[in-house]
């Protein structure tokens, strides 16, 4: 069964404090590896996609890297607007769904 | 241009009566997907349409939930005989192209509450 771990749970960084998320995966065969933003009350705004195993991409403060078992979400000199729930996600070779992770939930202050 | 809308945004039942959740697509967007969101747990799959093939209904969790796509364009997600467990935050996504070629794009969700 194809399963999507994220930790930590909850992560409160002050604003310029950088660090990472991390997201571990055991998806048959995967096809991609996602990483989307949530708001309270919104649904899930789309942020990357990897495909391969040291693949990287990057947008504004956010960099995510993937390797064979887990991906990292790394983020550079927060902001408090950068405040969300992180969630992960796989999709394997033969599903037309998306697994997802239960989220990080970032809190960033001043 | 327009993103993805679900109706009603709320909806408190009382168990056991059905419900009928509305899901529109972004215009051209041929894979459409219902995922469930229930406090402190990850998303859900529940049903995927893609084009004119049959569903992917392997997530459904009982034969309660049902889904219709009509006209290629919008969803209607139905929970028959509500139960407390039903209560969670209903999403639906649309993509270009299916998973997991590409991105999906998420509605705001209707939040659901069976009392």
């Known amino acids: 069964e194809d399963q999507v771990t994220q930790s930590p749970e909850a992560l409160r960084l002050q604003e310029g404090e950088s660090s990472s998320l991390n997201c571990s995966y055991t998806v048959s065969g995967l096809r991609g590896l996602f990483w989307y933003r949530q708001d309270p009350g919104k649904g899930p705004e789309f942020l990357f996609t990897?495909?391969?195993a040291g693949e990287e991409k990057e947008k504004e403060r956010l960099k995510a890297t993937l390797t064979k078992k887990e991906s990292f979400l790394h983020i550079t000199a927060p902001k408090p607007e950068d405040s969300a729930t992180y969630l992960c996600a796989g999709a394997d070779g033969t599903a037309s769904k998306l697994t997802f992770g239960t989220g990080t939930r970032l809190q960033v202050t001043l | 241009g327009a993103g993805v809308s679900q109706s009603p945004s709320n909806k408190v039942t009382e168990k056991g009566k059905d419900v009928e959740l509305r899901c529109d697509p972004i215009?051209?967007?041929?894979?459409l997907y219902w995922y469930r969101q229930s406090l402190g747990q990850g998303l859900e799959f529940l049903i995927y349409f893609q084009g004119n093939s049959a569903p992917d209904k392997s997530g459904l969790p009982s034969d309660r939930f049902s889904a219709e796509r009509t006209g290629g364009s919008v969803s209607t997600l139905t929970i028959q005989r509500t139960q407390q467990e039903d209560s969670a935050v209903y999403l639906c996504?649309?993509?270009?192209?299916?998973?997991?070629?590409?991105?999906?794009?998420f509605g705001p969700g209707t939040r659901l509450t069976v009392t």
């Open positions: 996504a649309s993509s270009l192209v299916g998973s997991p070629d590409g991105e999906q794009y």
């Open positions: 215009s051209g967007h041929t894979a």
């Open positions: 990897l495909y391969s």
